[in-house]
Structure formats: structure tokens, C-alpha cells
């Protein structure tokens, strides 16, 4: 069975930070590029950050660019999301996904997403 495992959500004060990480488990990550997703309380799901199979390129959403970093271990099987200077707005789910393309973080079509993770929860309060 194909799953993306996500875990290192939390609660953080907001400036804190936090490292996401997405595991592969039935499937090797090498081939797809990988997106990361979040979901806020009565908001919908956007794309956060994006990278590509051989981690190469990444872009981000403009809400986001400089504060976070996506990377990945294709030994591990595994991508992070590294979050810092984290801000109340940045509370929601945070989803990771395989992509059978690489593309634009906040325009990802559904139709290249293979496999969604469960998602964890990131709380950014004071």
C-alpha cells in the first residue's frame, strides 16, 4: 500500500520553529516531486511549497518565502519542511503529496497529485 506518513506538527509560540517530515512507505519518493499543503480552520487548501524529484527546484507560496525551506533525503525516503518564524497564520494541517509533475507550489493541479499524506497539525499561539 502507497502512503505518505507526515509527522513533527506541534504547538509553537509564534517566531518558534517546527521541521515537518513526509515518509514514503510502500513506494520510493525518487521519482515524484513532492508538495506540501495546508489547510486552516474554515479555509481552503493551499499550496505551501513544492520540490522537485531530484530536489533541484523549489518554489513557495509568497506567504511563506523566507521563512520556510523544502528539502529532501532520497536515501531516507523521506522530505522535510523546515518552518521558522512561524506566525499565528501559519496554524492549519499541514499535507504533504506525490506529484507525478513538479509545478508551481500554489498551482498544483489535482489531477497530478498520487498519493496524499494524512496530515499533521502545526498550532502557531502564544
Known amino acids: 500500500q502507497l502512503q505518505l506518513v507526515e509527522s513533527g506538527g506541534g504547538v509553537v509560540q509564534p517566531v518558534g520553529s517546527l521541521r515537518l517530515s513526509c515518509a514514503g512507505s510502500?513506494?520510493?519518493?525518487?521519482?515524484?516531486?513532492i508538495g506540501w499543503f495546508r489547510q486552516a480552520p474554515g479555509k481552503e487548501r493551499e499550496g505551501v511549497s513544492c520540490i522537485s524529484s531530484s530536489g533541484g527546484s523549489t518554489n513557495y507560496a509568497d506567504s511563506v518565502k523566507g521563512r520556510f525551506t523544502i528539502s529532501r533525503d532520497n536515501a531516507k525516503n523521506t522530505v522535510y519542511l523546515q518552518m521558522n518564524n512561524l506566525k499565528p497564520e501559519d496554524t492549519a494541517i499541514y499535507y504533504c503529496?506525490?506529484?507525478?509533475?513538479?509545478?508551481?507550489?500554489?498551482?498544483?493541479?489535482?489531477?497530478?497529485?498520487?498519493?496524499w499524506g494524512q496530515g499533521t497539525l502545526v498550532t502557531v499561539s502564544s
Open positions: 503529496a506525490a506529484l507525478k509533475f513538479f509545478a508551481l507550489a500554489t498551482r498544483i493541479p489535482s489531477s497530478y497529485v498520487e498519493v
Open positions: 510502500g513506494f520510493t519518493l525518487d521519482y515524484y516531486a
